[in-house]
């Protein structure tokens, strides 16, 4: 579930607790977070400090003094705390580090992810454009649908197209921009790229200024929950009125992905009569 507004209030909190840190243990208690052969690798990281804490689409990276990387990816109920949890608890692994700092990876459904590269280049080769990046203009966007025939709402969850954004996100932007999740991703005009890109920036922005969005699973490093569900127009609010006209919000399956819309606000284009 985590999406760029989420991994990105992470990324915020642990950097002033992890950079400048040293790891000094990590404990898998679920091998199966590393991957095949993983666990070796992983353990090559003790003693390395900690120089940055970036993010990148949805993957949070801890950048370490060697120029290797640990790169770890939420998937659906992934969580990064620093103390224990609370409720639905299940730790797979444990880092802990020169300053007294813990980071606990929790994930209920063992779908995460946590890989250490040597070179962080080719996970960002293989992502689409950061959309809250100054060159993530108009065109840029608009390159990147260009000719395709898949449904806007799949393009935006595909990350390679766009690098961060999910489910939920994808939802609240088409609305704000009044588009159907069904029209044909390269059939946007020059002016719905523009609303689309402006849409995807404000709704990234201010999920992020809201510190997330806690539906379930989600939960800061501190054990605090996010409140941008909160001020969701469409999203996971299936029958409930369209806050613009009254009509009550839909959903319609893309792609395997349940999509949350107004069927008035955004009705699906009709055909030219000929």
């Known amino acids: 579930m985590p999406e760029l507004p989420e991994v990105e209030t992470i990324r915020r ?30 353990a090559d990281v003790i003693g390395h400090r900690v120089t940055a804490v970036l993010r990148r689409g949805k993957h949070l990276i801890l950048l370490l003094e060697n120029s290797r990387a640990i790169v770890l990816h939420l998937r ?22 020169s300053n007294g700092q813990r980071l606990l990876f929790n994930d209920m459904r063992r779908l995460g992810t946590l ?30 649908l260009s000719g395709r025939r898949v449904p806007i709402k799949a393009a935006l969850l595909d990350q390679h197209i766009i690098a961060g954004i999910g489910n939920m ?20 005009l020059p002016a ?20 997330g969005a806690s539906i379930n699973t989600y939960w800061l490093p501190n054990g605090g929950t996010g409140s941008a569900h909160r001020t969701f127009q469409v999203a996971h609010r299936l029958g409930a009125p369209c806050p613009r006209c009254g009509t009550p919000v839909a959903r319609v399956m893309v792609r395997k992905r349940g999509a949350y819309f107004c069927p008035k606000c955004q009705p699906f284009p009709q055909p030219a009569v000929r």
């Open 13 to 42: 909190a642990l950097e002033p607790a992890l950079v400048g840190a040293r790891i000094e243990s990590v404990a898998l208690s679920d091998p199966s977070l590393a991957g095949p052969g993983g666990a070796g690798a992983v």
């Open 169 to 188: 996100y994808a939802d609240e932007t088409l609305f704000q921009c009044r588009v159907n999740p069904l029209v044909p991703s390269g059939e946007l």
């Open 115 to 144: 890989r250490v590269v040597d070179d962080i280049a080719a996970l960002l080769k293989q992502l689409g454009p950061e959309p809250l990046e100054v060159e993530f203009t108009a065109q840029v966007l608009a390159d990147r």
């Open 76 to 97: 659906m109920t992934g969580a990064l705390l620093l103390q224990e949890p609370e409720q639905h608890s299940r730790v797979r692994a444990v880092l802990s580090f």
């Open 192 to 211: 719905q790229c523009q609303q689309l890109r402006d849409a995807i920036r404000d709704v990234l922005q201010r999920a992020i200024e809201n510190h």
